[in-house]
């Protein structure tokens, strides 16, 4: 099915980050990639992209970025996950990411959103 295609791409890239191998991201993205970071970082095209992967690769090592649940809507991925990794601390935090993908089914648009990973009940127990 053409859902399970698009997903088996979201895990190849999430993967990338862990694996720090990039060498498939042409056929996974779009050359007119958006890509809008969670902290407002954007990427307008796949050499923007390029660079800023080369950037994060000489400060940061993800040492886990997994996913949680994907669910589709139309053209729209929402896929919830968790992101763990070290520049000069470490640090976790959750998040989700709307994809989308063009007719030839790469990735033309990601837009993250990001919540802090700890949780607390300020009410009490569950």
């Known amino acids: 099915m053409k859902n399970e295609h ?28 958006f890509y ?7 990427y307008r095209n796949l050499k923007e992209i390029h ?9 940061q090592v993800v040492l886990n970025w997994s996913i949680n649940t994907v669910n589709v809507d139309n053209n729209s ?12 601390n470490e640090y976790i935090f959750d998040g989700i990411s709307r994809i989308e993908f063009n007719g030839d089914s790469k990735i033309s648009k990601i837009i993250e ?7 607390f009940y300020p009410f009490g127990k569950e």
């Open 51 to 59: 660079l800023w992967i080369t950037q994060q690769l000489k400060k």
């Open 36 to 42: 809008r970071e969670c902290y407002g970082a954007c």
């Open 113 to 119: 959103y990001e919540t802090k990973h700890e949780i």
């Open 6 to 33: 698009q997903i088996k791409l979201i895990e190849t890239y999430f993967k990338m980050w862990i694996e720090r191998d990039f060498s498939r991201i042409n056929d996974i993205f779009a050359d007119d990639i």
């Open 77 to 88: 991925f929402f896929v919830t996950w968790i992101f763990h990794a070290k520049e000069e």
